[in-house]
Structures are given as structure tokens and as C-alpha cells.
């Protein structure tokens, strides 16, 4: 699972402005809370809901956590 994925199951929100310290908690702490099957629920549920939003979600998380190392 991607850190993008991961990242975008998390309740980080882009109105919180995370910083790096942030992001990379809430992608460990999301992956040891949910586990890949979980994080791959959330996604799919979101994007089940609300295409549009969710696709917008999955660019921020893209962007944020471009150039970092997969989990």
C-alpha cells in the first residue's frame, strides 16, 4: 500500500495544512489503526460516496507525500 493511500485514509484533512512531521505520523498511525485492508475500505467507500471529492483528496495526498519512501 501507498503512502498516497494511506495518507488519504487518514483523517488528516488538507485545511490542516499537516506538516511532514504530521503526515508521516498519520500515515503510520492510520497503517497500524486500519491495516491495508482497512485503509482500502476507506478509499473505496469514499470514492463509492463522492468521486469527484474523493479524486481531490487523492491529488493532495499524492502531493504531499511525493518523493517520499513507500511503507
Known sequence: ??????????PLEPSDDPTDDQVDAAVANTLAELGEFGCAA???????????????RMRWARRRTAG???E
Do not use: H, N
Not at 45 to 55: H, I, K, L, N, Q
Open 1 to 10: 500500500m501507498s503512502r498516497e493511500e494511506i495518507l488519504f485514509a487518514s
Open 42 to 56: 476507506v478509499i473505496a467507500g469514499a470514492f463509492a460516496r463522492d468521486p469527484s471529492r474523493a479524486t481531490a
Open 68 to 70: 517520499k519512501k513507500e
